[in-house]
Structure formats: C-alpha cells, structure tokens
Nanobody, 123 residues
Framework: QVQLQESGGGLVQTGGSLRLSCAAS????????MGWFRQVPGHDREFVAE????????YYADSVKGRFTISRDNSKDTLYLQMNNLKPEDTGVYYC????????????????WGQGTQVTVSS
C-alpha cells in the first residue's frame, strides 16, 4: 500500500502559478503510474494529468494542456504538478493517486488517493 500526501495548494490570482507536490510512502513509488485529479463541490472528480512509470510519458486533459506540467522524481518518491496561467475554472481540490495501468485517465483505474489540497483561483 502507498500513502500519499499532497501539498502546495493555496489562493492565487488569475494568471498566477502554483506547484503542487505529492509525497509518497510505503511501497515502491516507481512502479506506479501517477495521476492528478480535481474536484469541485457537486461535481465528479475530473482527470487533470497522468505520468506513467516512465517519466517521459505524460497525458493531460485538454483543459490544462499547455498550462500544466506533471512530473515525477522517483528518487524522492514525489509527484509534482506545475500549474501556470491559472484560471478561475481551475479552482478545486486536487488529489494525487496511484494506478497500475500504464495509461490511466479514468478515475476507476486509480487505487490509492491522497487527502487533497485546495486550489483557489480568484478572478
């Protein structure tokens, strides 16, 4: 089992940047694909980005392509999400999660989840 802890959320103005981190502990981090999802109240969790266990293979939701960058540092057991040019619609609770599926954009492909970190983008 892997335990995940997100950090780095906060309040930022439109056009600003934030960098989220997800620290993993427990089983070997490097064997999992890792993803970021976000959720706003009253809505389902939404896929944001995924990186396979090969750090070069990344996938993004269309809404964040060109603005967000997912990366992982297997030596530090940490996942990152660099978010630039933030928009009010990026507001939500951001979660990291593990998957045993090489390319996983669906929530049901993910197994373990962190507690989430709040991102609020003001207009």
């Amino acid at each position: 089992q892997v335990q995940l802890q997100e950090s780095g959320g906060g309040l930022v103005q439109t056009g600003g940047s934030l960098r989220l981190s997800c620290a993993a502990s427990g089983r070997a981090f490097s064997i999992y694909a890792m993803g970021w999802f976000r959720q706003v109240p009253g809505h389902d969790r939404e896929f944001v980005a995924e990186v396979s266990w090969l750090p070069s293979d990344t996938y993004y939701a269309d809404s964040v392509k060109g603005r967000f960058t997912i990366s992982r540092d297997n030596s530090k057991d940490t996942l990152y999400l660099q978010m630039n040019n933030l928009k009010p619609e990026d507001t939500g609770v951001y979660y990291c999660a593990t998957s045993r599926t090489y390319v996983a954009t669906e929530e049901d492909k993910y197994e373990e989840w962190g507690q989430g970190t709040q991102v609020t983008v003001s207009s």
